[in-house]
């Protein structure tokens, strides 16, 4: 289990950006697969973004174009850089963790074993 911490959350305007970062403790964080995944209220976790231990990346379409995943694995983060944000955009963001990958990155929240506490972000209309 690696311990995941995430920050940045908060209440914006629609078409504003925001920052998520996720520190991860684990000495091994270069060789992990960094996952960012929401929850709406009423609604089934879904993936957003991935990001591979080569820098290989996957987006859910949703976000495709808006959003940007990248990791420091000198600072041991992952960032989730978010614009053009929607109210639909509204849920709690968690960061999650997996094992070395060397195929398709993972999108199932089951194929991550670690998870932050959640970070909650907002979008006014």
């Known amino acids: 289990q690696v311990q995941l911490v995430e920050s940045g959350g908060g209440l914006v305007q629609a078409g504003g950006s925001l920052r998520l970062s996720c520190a991860a403790s684990?000495?091994?964080?270069?060789?992990?697969?960094m996952g960012w995944f929401r929850q709406a209220p009423g609604k089934e976790r879904e993936f957003v973004a991935a990001?591979?231990?080569?820098?290989?990346?996957y987006y859910a379409d949703s976000v495709k174009g808006r959003f940007t995943i990248s990791r420091d694995n000198a600072k041991n983060t992952v960032y989730l850089q978010m614009s053009s944000l929607k109210p639909e955009d509204t849920a709690v963001y968690y960061c999650?963790?997996?094992?070395?990958?060397?195929?398709?990155?993972?999108?199932?929240?089951?194929?991550?074993?670690?998870w932050g506490q959640g970070t909650q972000v907002t979008i006014s209309s």
């Open positions: 684990t000495p091994t964080f270069s060789t992990m697969t």
């Open positions: 990001i591979g231990w080569n820098g290989r990346i």
């Open positions: 999650a963790a997996a094992g070395l990958n060397y195929g398709q990155l993972p999108t199932r929240a089951g194929d991550f074993g670690s």
